[in-house]
Each structure stands twice: as structure tokens, then as C-alpha cells.
Nanobody, 123 residues
Framework: QVQLVESGGGSVQAGGSLRLSCKAS???????MGWVRQAPGLEREVVAD???????RYANSVKGRFTISKDNAKNILYLQMNSLKPEDTAIYYC??????????????????WGQGTQVTVSS
């Protein structure tokens, strides 16, 4: 069973930056991993995901602003968020799943989830 622990959330003004981290326990080198956010009243949205071969995908809403990366040696997933907007306000979850490929754009592809970290962007 993979366990995931996020950190790095907080409050920032529009235009600012935050970096989220997700420490994974267990073997995740063959897993797809993603960052999924949920704003109040909305469904969970996969904002970025990375396959075990390093292929990265982004939601259109964050392309050019967010960067997903993974340190396989340390088993840590990152999300660098720049040029933050109020609409980025949400709880951000780290997630891991066994199936790589475009299906990782769907939240249903993930079996393991972290507890979430709040990101609040004020205008």
C-alpha cells in the first residue's frame, strides 16, 4: 500500500508562487502520479500527472504556470505553481496509480491518495 503525505500549501496573493511536495512511502517508481485539486462545490480535477517514464500532462487551466516533477531517489513528487490565480484556490491532493498513460488524466485512475493540502490565492 502506498502512503502519500503532502506539504507546502498555504495562502498567497494572485501572481505569487507555491511549491507542493508529496512524500511517498512504498515503491512508486512504476506508478503514475498526479496532483488533483478540489474546489468547493466542484469535482476533483487532475491538474498535472507524470508517468513512470517521465511523460507529463497538464490541464489546460494550468499549462505554462504549473510544473510537475518527481525525485525518484527521494520518492518525492513536486508541483511548482507560478502565476497563481484566485481560481486555483482548492485542496490539492497527491495521488498514485498503477496504470500509466493518458488515463492518468482521470481522477478514477488513482488508488492511493494523500490527505490534501489547502492552497488559497487571494486577489
Amino acid at each position: 500500500q502506498v502512503q502519500l503525505v503532502e506539504s507546502g500549501g498555504g495562502s498567497v496573493q494572485a501572481g505569487g508562487s507555491l511549491r507542493l511536495s508529496c512524500k511517498a512511502s512504498g515503491h512508486t517508481n512504476t506508478f503514475a502520479m498526479g496532483w488533483v485539486r478540489q474546489a468547493p462545490g466542484l469535482e476533483r480535477e487532475v491538474v498535472a500527472d507524470i508517468d513512470s517514464d517521465g511523460t507529463k500532462r497538464y490541464a489546460n487551466s494550468v499549462k505554462g504556470r504549473f510544473t510537475i516533477s518527481k525525485d525518484n531517489a527521494k520518492n518525492i513528487l513536486y508541483l511548482q505553481m507560478n502565476s497563481l490565480k484566485p481560481e486555483d484556490t482548492a485542496i490539492y491532493y497527491c495521488a498514485a496509480g498503477r496504470v500509466n498513460g493518458p488515463c492518468s488524466r482521470s481522477r478514477y485512475a488513482y488508488a492511493s491518495w494523500g490527505q490534501g493540502t489547502q492552497v488559497t490565492v487571494s486577489s
